[in-house]
């Protein structure tokens, strides 16, 4: 039985707690967060720090459910006990805070559940040619949305790191190496209710030859749908598609839900005390390999155009 610690306890902790209660051989023995919302499981171990809990717990499996930042250093921390650790994207909104590996880190993915949708496991595993890939994201989140730790930009990131970064990773990892050539890309403030943005478009060419277009929206009253449309070399399109990227290239009919998706991704983990690089799974996503989509949204971040609503007069 694999013993699971939960940090966090937030909206996406529960998300969590909830998939993983369903999945054999492995049951939560704690969660941790120093303000744990209501509704846990009676007789369910709360402790307020995780270093606390990580000691007295012994947990095989962690699973990180903590703002960007505070993610990362409770990621490693965990890891070096020996523990394989899940953690939720975007971990960090810093490409150069992963500029120097840990050894550790080799039992750290990163949270992409949508990445086990139909047909995306063979996807990665077999890398099609790709010379251009299309990320789409139309949502609405509304004020409510962006309270605590998501209102302010410097920590939680913005669009491309808490909305598109599903796509966006799927996209890097399919589309050939290469530097960063050019970058045009247009990001509008509109609504001002945090300082994240609520629009981003951009396209982005590689010096392989590649190229990367994103158009990700959260003021959108159309229906939600994240999407990925890649263009093969040999001239064939392939369509990711859903809410959330779920349909992958199956029908949106028979699409899994979200505790599906997260209950394959827990499945797909290393067992306890697996070592040396970890690639069991071709849609699990390795730490490392997170480092290419945090530079690239960077990299838009700071060459677009910023395009804000001018301010009523005082």
């Known amino acids: 039985m694999r013993r699971v610690l939960l940090v966090g306890a937030g909206e996406v902790g529960i998300k969590h707690l909830e998939a993983i209660t369903g999945v054999e051989d492995m049951t939560v023995v704690g969660v941790t967060d120093p303000r744990p919302i209501t509704g846990l499981p009676a007789g369910l171990p709360r402790l307020t720090h995780w270093q606390n809990a990580l000691e007295r717990l012994a947990p095989d499996l962690v699973v990180v459910a903590a703002p960007p930042g505070t993610a990362l250093t409770v990621a490693r921390g965990a890891a070096r006990t020996g523990a394989m650790v899940l953690v939720e994207k975007p971990v960090t909104v810093r490409a150069a805070d992963l500029g120097r590996p840990e050894p550790a880190d080799e039992r750290i993915f990163v949270a992409f559940q949508p990445h086990f949708a139909p047909g995306l496991p063979g996807l990665l595993d077999h ?41 966006l990773a799927l996209a890097l990892r399919l589309l050939p190496p290469g530097d960063i050539a050019s970058c045009d890309g ?26 990367l277009t994103v158009d990700a929206r959260v003021d959108s009253d159309k229906p939600p749908r994240h999407e990925v449309l890649l263009h093969l070399a040999d001239g064939q399109q392939v369509h990711v598609h859903g809410r959330n990227l779920e349909a992958g290239l199956g029908p949106a009919t028979t699409a899994p839900d979200d505790r599906t998706l997260r209950r394959e991704m827990y499945r797909a983990l290393p067992a306890p005390g697996t070592s040396g690089p970890s690639h069991h799974h071709p849609s699990l996503f390795p730490l490392g390999a997170l480092v290419r989509p945090l530079e690239v949204i960077d990299h838009v971040y700071r060459t677009a155009r910023h395009l804000s609503p001018a301010r009523p007069a005082q």
């Open 127 to 167: 890398g099609p040619a790709v010379d251009r890939a299309e990320v789409t994201l139309v949502c609405r989140r509304d004020r409510a949305y962006y309270r605590t730790w998501r209102t302010h930009w410097a920590t939680s990131g913005g669009v491309l790191h808490q909305q598109a970064i599903h796509g």
């Open 186 to 211: 247009l990001v509008r403030h509109e609504r001002r209710w945090a300082e994240s943005e609520d629009h981003v478009t951009a396209e982005v060419t590689f010096t392989s030859g590649a190229v």
